[in-house]
């Protein structure tokens, strides 16, 4: 009896786990981020020592609206939020000023195989 509910739980957790390696759902992944995590895969794929091998993109909510940051430990470049529409949101301008404050619910999108990050 244990070896059928073992063997059931092991076939139920294989079929109910997305085929994605997106965290979230990928109907909720914008296409232009799905492109950019594309190239970091090929680019991975091709040298595993490079720099994206170490990022992640996670998605918060601000205002009711999600936002998208990429994230590396390793890399100088700003985690300056993208909107849904892949646009680099300026957080000193309004209605942008409370962003880093405010902004919630944090998901990771994609995290490549190296990130040691948040």
Known sequence: MKKILFLFTVTFLCFSCEKDYYLIPS???PE????KISK???TIKSDPKLMPNYGAWIRYEFQGEKYYEYDNPLSSLS????SQDGVRVNTTVAPFTDYWADKCCEKFV???PNY???
């Open 27 to 29: 109907n909720e992944v």
């Open 110 to 112: 994609w995290k490549a």
């Open 40 to 42: 970091d895969e090929a």
């Open 79 to 82: 985690r300056n939020p993208y």
């Open 116 to 118: 040691q990050g948040i």
């Open 32 to 35: 232009w981020l799905k492109e």
